[in-house]
């Protein structure tokens, strides 16, 4: 089955300040999602990626596909406390639809 | 975009009893519901993934009598934690697809907080 690991688990960072999150994976991605869940709450769709190379943006955030597809990597840049929660990347494997997380990166902006 | 819902947001219920929480897809028709569980600080879980009409599949070590899955409507599916006990606590989200394919994205329902006391 496929695994992914995400880094780091948590994160505390100062408003203003940029930051990564990387979710490896031991086998190569068809389709790689990152999502945000704030605390006790549902899932909020961030990006897909399927493609190699591939790079996606959403205002201050950005998503990579390494070549290989087995590395994706979240980068918020200018960080606001509004990017607080815990960030998620999913993968589907080849037979269709059914995606498996990471352990998710707990992510805290210090105003 | 796409919008689930489910019900309850927050159910307690005491250890025996069984509780079943909905999972509705608003404003499209979802050929596959998965059903995810989350412990807190981990990630979520695939419990199962259901189709409409047919049987759910279910993950490895995910007991299918004790979580029942129906899926009776491409907007609706149930589970229904069965003679539920305290280390059933947890988060439950379902997601709904309108396919079966890659191409298709899941849309994430916002969870069911269930405590079983």
């Known amino acids: 089955s496929q695994e992914l690991e995400q880094s780091p688990q948590s994160l505390i960072v100062q408003e203003g300040k940029n930051l990564t999150i990387n979710c490896t994976s031991s086998k190569t991605l068809y389709g790689l999602y990152w999502y945000k869940q704030k605390y006790g709450e549902g899932l909020i769709f961030l990006m897909m990626l399927q493609k190699g190379g591939e790079e996606k943006s959403h205002e201050k955030i950005t998503a990579k596909l390494d070549e290989k597809k087995q590395q994706s990597s979240l980068h918020i840049t200018a960080s606001q406390p509004s990017h607080a929660g815990i960030y998620l990347c999913?993968?589907?494997?080849?037979?269709?639809?059914?995606?498996?997380f990471g352990g998710g990166t707990r992510v805290l902006v210090k105003p | 975009g796409a919008v689930v819902s489910q019900h309850p947001s927050r159910v307690i219920c005491k250890s025996g009893t069984s509780v079943k929480i909905e999972c509705r897809s608003l404003d499209f028709q979802a050929t596959t519901m998965f059903w995810y569980r989350q412990f807190p600080k981990q990630s979520l879980m695939l419990m199962a993934t259901s189709n409409e009409g047919s049987k759910a599949t279910y993950e490895q070590g995910v007991e299918k009598d004790k979580f029942l899955i129906n899926h009776a409507s491409l907007t609706l599916s149930t589970l229904t934690v069965t003679s539920a006990h305290p280390e059933d606590s947890s988060f439950y989200i379902c997601?709904?697809?309108?396919?079966?394919?890659?191409?298709?994205?899941?849309?994430f329902g916002p969870g069911t907080r269930l405590t079983v006391t």
């Open positions: 997601s709904a697809s309108p396919g079966m394919s890659l191409t298709y994205e899941q849309y």
């Open positions: 999913g993968a589907d494997g080849a037979a269709g639809n059914k995606l498996t």
